[in-house]
């Protein structure tokens, strides 16, 4: 794109901006090298990298990737043989644990996040390195006793040497005589010796190595003769020591620099992450959105938003501005690939013109924008803009002769797939030659399919774009009482410059100003009002059509809101439904247990009277399971249908409103109003309008507007039961149950099938049928029927 575009439009400002929301040297560095990308799907995969930052952050709002430093460089050093100090190592400790964590957690995050977790896999954990200096480091960065079984064996005996050699000492200076020679009872340390403070008048009454004496000359600090070989000890310990300690810190910083390859592609994964949540972070302060980057050369034949060659800026806002941006909508590429932007001074058109490029900048190199998300910007091959004054004294350039030449070199630059930006097209020269050179270049870049962006006051490139196909104008308002700049993009109109109010409202002397508005010509004035009115009327327009898109969009909430409320009854209905469905089986299956458990007691029970009431209360029992199990076997569904057609007539199938079950109609009589029906076993008559139709053929009944389906198959009971190859434990049972179904169904002769066999089978079943109180009587088969091998 050229360094030069790019500060035309201040893209190093948001690469400044950027670069505050990362967290280590190594994302800074991307973020102030930030530029447009030349490759179209990296820019598609940094902003949906950006993207999935963003949506790191919504689950997390205080994610950071931790304590991270760009050890690269001393990792380097220590590759090469130098001995990093503790603070190093425990930095290189540090970061290696925050990319191991970062890894981790982004690993757990795969499906919600495979661009940014696919970027933490290839991370390498260094865990050994991180173990190594924990273990030879305090985190203050003391080498510890641990790091090695020689400094802890050489630190034991510096302490006993040194409490051995303090221990001595002290006793000197506390003795009766050390007391008079001492200037005070302490001992202090000198030149790394251990020495007590002398008077100087006492110097000779006690034998040693003089190390230092006072500012006052009133002390010596003598080392007693007596320690010098115990203090020689303890001076080879420190040098041990400290040999020591140079080889751990070797040690643990060769190891480091075995894996600087490794080291240094981490600290480059990180940076790559973090510059994604810098850019998910600048979003969330912005209030931007990932655009959707399109294909840059235009296909005529798309329709609706979809057109490849299209940049479409959906309330874009300058993103230097902050809150005071006003929003636009800018399309450039669909009706028109040259956009002619006027308006009064200080209106905002250059800020308009700054603002379509410098987002679609940021676009391509994969930031946000603060833009809606619906917004569309091509992979453009270059961005080319001539705005401002840099006139070159050095080169003793005019103006126009700077801009001439700039306009130049995007002329033979850009192409088909480029954006050109032209600020005051055609200005810093004779008006009228100016205007023709303007109206010329724009025909040029329309020609070569370039899209193109100028502002003018000229009144001939306002009418150009009006009367030229694939050229468009756009005004920049003022508000029409008080003529001062709103800042807002009107699209379809010109502007006009409004030069006289606006030297008006920033102060020209008013007699000036109507001076000038007297010479002004009368077509001129004609034409300024014309602007002003037509800016007036598209207001007009725009309001009332965002009125009717907000009416639009209320009633279609409306049916919307109508249709979940429909679906909730229908669910609710269905609910009810399934629960009056359950109870009614629960009651079935308890009367068919009393069932059972009244044969079972008929069964025992001798006297014929009993017999015969057993069986009356038995019947009526299973009248009433009949009907729970017809009504547990309902299905009802509701459909939008019309009313049954035709009178009820005999052998019609009703549904009787007040019991809320089935009937066969006997009789009609219409005269009276009256019908005869039989539900079960019981007649009655009821008055026709007690009753509605249903359908015989589907089994339908309709109610008005509700259809209710039924389903009222009931199973028989076989006449044979066959209890060949059973057990004779088995027979019992299963005979008596068989006997109590058959009786409940009305069956007045049934079959058992037994075999002939052994006999045994056969004898069970007729001994139990001689004694069961449901049988009258039994027989063997006659030879139609199987003969001795059944039983009638």
């Known amino acids: 794109m050229g360094d030069r575009n790019l500060e035309l439009l201040e893209f190093h400002k948001i690469r400044e901006i950027l670069a505050g929301f990362t967290s280590f040297s190594a994302s800074r560095e991307l973020a102030v090298d930030l530029a447009p990308l030349s490759n179209e799907e990296d820019v598609r995969l940094r902003l949906s990298q950006s993207a999935e930052a963003r949506r790191l952050l919504s689950l997390s709002p205080d994610f950071h990737i931790g304590e991270v430093v760009d050890i690269r460089e001393m990792v380097k050093m220590a590759a090469r043989g130098k001995v990093l100090d503790p603070k190093s190592l425990l930095e290189i400790r540090k970061t290696l644990a925050a990319a191991r964590k970062l890894k981790k957690h982004l690993m757990n995050l795969q499906e919600e996040l495979p661009l940014l977790s696919s970027l933490a896999g290839d991370i390498v954990a260094l865990d050994q390195i991180e173990k190594d200096i924990d273990n030879c480091l305090s985190p203050n960065g003391d080498v510890l006793d641990t790091a090695s079984s020689k400094l802890a064996s050489v630190r034991r005996r510096m302490r006993e040497v040194r409490q051995e050699l303090l221990t001595h000492l002290q006793a000197i200076v506390t003795s009766p005589r050390g007391r008079k020679i001492a200037q005070e009872p302490i001992v202090t340390e000198r030149e790394g010796r251990y020495v007590i403070p002398v008077k100087v ?19 010596v600090f003598v080392e007693p003769w007596t320690t010098t070989e115990t203090q020689n000890e303890l001076r080879e310990l420190v040098a041990a020591e400290r040999d020591e300690i140079e080889r751990i810190l070797q ?11 490794e080291i240094a592609r981490n600290i480059e994964l990180i940076a790559e992450i973090d510059l994604a949540l810098a850019k998910a972070r600048y979003a969330r302060e912005a209030r931007a959105t990932e655009p959707i980057i399109v294909d840059a050369v235009r296909n005529t034949g798309a329709k609706g938003d979809e057109s490849d060659g299209v940049l479409r800026l959906v309330e874009a806002r300058h993103p230097l501005l902050g809150k005071k941006a006003v ?33 679609s900048l940021m676009a391509l190199a994969g930031l946000p924008i603060p833009a809606q998300a619906e917004s ?10 001539d705005i401002g004054d840099e006139q070159s004294i050095e080169q003793t350039l005019s103006t126009f002769s700077w801009h001439i030449g700039n306009i130049v070199y995007i002329i033979n630059s850009a192409t088909a797939q480029s954006l050109v930006l032209l600020d005051e097209l055609g200005t810093n020269t004779d008006p009228g030659e100016g205007s023709a050179l303007g109206c010329a270049i724009l025909l040029h870049f329309l020609s070569r399919g370039t899209m193109s962006v100028a502002t003018t006051h000229y009144t001939e490139l306002k009418a150009l774009a009006h009367a030229t196909d694939g050229m468009q104008n756009a005004a920049l308002d003022v508000d029409p009482v008080t003529m001062v700049p709103t800042y807002h993009l009107t699209v379809g109109i010109p502007g006009g410059s409004n030069a006289l109010a606006t030297a008006s409202r920033l102060g020209l002397p008013e007699e000036i100003v109507s001076r000038a508005r007297n010479m002004l010509s009368k077509s001129a004035q004609e034409i300024e009002s014309l602007l002003t009115h037509l800016v007036t009327e598209q207001k007009s327009v725009e309001s009332l059509r965002k009125s009717l898109e907000k009416e639009m969009n209320e009633a279609e909430q409306s049916g919307t809101d109508l249709k979940n409320r429909l679906h909730q009854l229908e669910e609710e209905r269905r609910r009810i439904i399934k629960q009056t469905r359950d109870q009614v089986v629960r009651e079935a299956a308890e009367l068919q247990m009393i069932i059972r458990g009244a044969a079972a007691d008929l069964r025992k029970e001798k006297s014929r009277e009993k017999i ?15 009907a729970e199990i017809w009504q547990a076997r309902l299905v009802v569904e509701t459909e939008e249908v019309d009313a049954g057609e035709g009178p009820i007539a005999r052998g019609d199938t009703v549904w009787l409103k007040e019991a809320n079950v089935p009937a066969t109609v006997l009789s009609v009589f219409e005269d009276r109003g009256l019908v005869e029906v039989q539900a079960g076993k019981v007649r009655m008559t009821l008055r026709l309008d007690g009753v509605e139709k249903r359908i015989p053929s589907t089994g339908e009944v309709k109610t008005g507007r509700a259809l209710i389906r039924t389903e009222m198959s009931k199973p028989g009971v076989f006449p044979e039961l066959d209890l060949r190859g059973k057990r004779a434990e088995e ?18 002769q049934v079959c058992i099938i037994h075999g002939i066999g052994t006999g045994t089978v056969r004898q069970i079943v007729r001994e139990m049928l001689a004694s069961h109180p449901l049988v009258s009587s039994f027989r063997p088969g006659e030879q139609g029927e199987g003969g001795d091998g059944v039983t009638i």
């Open 201 to 219: 008048e006492c110097r000779r009454q006690i034998r040693g190595i003089v190390h230092d004496v006072s500012n006052t000359e009133a002390t």
């Open 251 to 261: 040690t643990l910083s060769a190891e480091a620099g075995a894996f600087q390859i």
């Open 612 to 626: 015969e009431r057993a069986k009356k209360a038995l019947a009526e029992a299973q009248e009433k399971l009949d």
């Open 327 to 359: 929003p636009r909508l800018v399309e450039i590429g669909r009706d028109c690939s040259v956009l002619v932007i006027t308006g009064p001074n200080t209106g905002g058109k250059t800020v308009a013109l700054k603002t379509i490029g410098l987002l």
């Open 731 to 748: 027979i019992e049972p299963l005979l008596d149950d068989y006997l109590n179904e058959a009786s409940l169904s009305s069956l007045s």
């Open 376 to 385: 569309r910007i091509p992979f453009l091959n270059g961005i080319y803009a």
